[in-house]
């Protein structure tokens, strides 16, 4: 049984980029580092404002070049990075990273509170007052 080879990431970067002086379409830039899961899903964000270049708003089939600053709103969260590499097909988180410089500012934490509402197993139904206990605290109830 022979053993696979061991890939080299820079490689894998440099067969996913375009011929030289070819571009790449912003959408299929996004995807192919893995700042959104489908192609479609970045034309989407394009046509709808959600990406911006160099501070402009771009249409899907915008040619991104090195340099170029993209900024994407996704998932309720802003990521900007500035392109190190231009390549056009979809390659492994590791080899992704290496081909933008991320500028984006951390995600905002989570909020460590307890769920709310969740009753021992076995107490019953809960009668009308513990409806309104537990209906304030997810802030549902009315201001008393």
């Keep these: 049984m022979a053993a696979t080879p061991a890939v080299d990431p820079v490689a894998v970067a440099k067969a996913a980029a ?7 379409r912003v959408d299929s830039w ?9 192609r479609s899903m970045g034309a989407t964000a394009c046509r709808g404002g959600h990406v ?5 708003r771009v249409k899907p089939a915008y040619a991104v070049r090195v340099g170029d600053e993209v900024r994407l709103r996704h998932a309720d969260r802003e990521r900007i990075v500035i392109v190190k590499r231009v390549i056009r097909k979809r ?4 080899v992704a990273a290496e081909c933008y410089v991320d500028n984006s500012p951390p995600p905002p ?10 009753r021992d197993r076995g107490t019953g139904r809960p009668t009308k007052r513990d409806r309104r206990e537990l209906e304030r605290l997810r802030g549902l109830g009315a201001p008393e």
């Design 18 to 24: 375009p011929a030289s002086g070819e571009t790449v």
């Design 30 to 38: 996004i995807w192919s580092v893995r700042l959104v899961k489908t």
């Design 52 to 56: 911006r270049v160099n501070g402009e």
């Design 91 to 94: 390659v492994g988180p590791p």
């Design 109 to 118: 934490p989570r909020e460590a509170v307890a769920p709310a509402g969740i």
